[in-house]
Nanobody
Framework: VQLQAYGGGLVQAGGSLRLSCATS????????IGWLRQAPGKEREEVSC????????YYADSVKGRFTISRDNAKPTVYLQMNSLKPEDTAVYYC????????????????WGKGTLVTVSS
């Protein structure tokens, strides 16, 4: 099982980025994918999570209305479209997988990929 987040970079406040989480070694359609982030000197926090099947999505309050998670099970890739970025969105973003999105730490995700750095300048 492998996950790799990519698409990070440097963007000005108010700009947009789309992160991708490429997966392999398992059938994406049967599992949930979560996006989490960790800013320098801070604890990791949940950002968004999307379930398998109907793909119900969840968002942290801090990103609601600005970020959109989506999945393409055929590719198989999960995306995080980030709009109206703020300097406080600066962090390393990780994608991870688990059986379902849970209201627990890290959405209950179990297997993690390497992160991608997003830097938002003011």
């Amino acid at each position: 099982v492998q996950l790799q987040a990519y698409g990070g970079g440097l963007v000005q406040a108010g700009g947009s980025l789309r992160l991708s989480c490429a997966t392999s070694g398992f059938t994406l359609g049967y599992y949930a994918i979560g996006w989490l982030r960790q800013a320098p000197g801070k604890e990791r926090e949940e950002v968004s999570c999307i379930n398998f099947g109907g793909g119900r999505a969840y968002y942290a309050d801090s990103v609601k209305g600005r970020f959109t998670i989506s999945r393409d099970n055929a590719k198989p890739t999960v995306y995080l479209q980030m709009n109206s970025l703020k300097p406080e969105d600066t962090a390393v973003y990780y994608c991870a997988t688990g059986y379902e999105c849970r209201a627990t730490q890290n959405y209950g995700m179990e297997i993690w990929g390497k992160g991608t750095l997003v830097t938002v300048s003011s």
